[in-house]
T-cell receptor
């Protein structure tokens, strides 16, 4: 496996379900990200982890709960979601080297979430 | 807050040139990125500008003017496979990358 892998690619869940999205990066990067992509809207940054520590939390509702057990894996735990949470959830990783570095993000293909 | 504007859609003919403009007003600036995203696929990195001027990479070029808060992505010798969404993004700080809504480019034969 290479790059950034996300599973599942598609997920349909009810508002009372609990599910998790998984992301794995095989690039040796030190930072991982969750973004939300809704139709015709800009990508929204949700969470950033650097060296397994959360460094950004963009006012995301508590029904989304991230977990970063090590530098290669990132999870997004979902519970009691709303229909407006239906979107494409993109994971990304980068080699962060401070403000002077380019810090280019490599994205996964995304998990398409539908909340009924 | 962050404000990044780019046109919603553009159409061009195969072999032609298209220029996608991006204007931004952000609280900080540590570089401007362009990404390409085909439908149903991951965004992929195209270019990075942190200093004023033009960066050329094959058929794609990107320009930045920090004083004007302006960038453009130039796509030359358009091919059908260039039909995609092009995302302008500005980095503020170490990690935060703010995106525009994307420009959907359609290449016609």
């Amino acid at each position: 496996e290479t790059g950034v892998t996300q599973t599942p690619r598609h997920l349909v869940m009810g508002m009372t379900n609990k599910k998790s999205l998984k992301c794995e990066q095989h690039l040796g990067h030190n930072a991982m990200y969750w973004y939300k992509q809704s139709a015709k809207k800009p990508l929204e940054l949700m969470f950033v982890y650097s060296l397994e520590e959360r460094v950004e939390n963009n006012s995301v509702p508590s029904r989304f709960s991230p977990e970063c057990p090590n530098s290669s894996h990132l999870f997004l735990h979902l519970h009691t979601l709303q229909p407006e949470d239906s979107a494409l959830y993109l994971c990304a990783s980068s080699q962060a080297e401070g403000e002077s570095g380019a810090n280019v993000l490599t994205f996964g293909a995304g998990s398409r979430l539908t909340v009924l | 807050g962050q404000n990044i504007d780019q046109p919603t859609e553009m159409t061009a003919t195969e072999g032609a040139i298209v220029q996608i403009n991006c204007t931004y007003q952000t609280s900080g600036f540590n570089g401007l990125f362009w990404y390409q995203q085909h439908a149903g696929e991951a965004p992929t990195f195209l270019s990075y500008n942190v200093l004023d001027g033009l960066e050329e990479k094959g058929r794609f070029s990107s320009f930045l003017s920090r004083s004007k808060g302006y960038s453009y992505l130039l796509l030359k010798e358009l091919q059908m496979k260039d039909s995609a969404s092009y995302l302008c993004a500005v980095r503020d700080g170490d990690y935060k990358l703010s995106f525009g809504a994307g420009t959907t480019v359609t290449v016609r034969a």
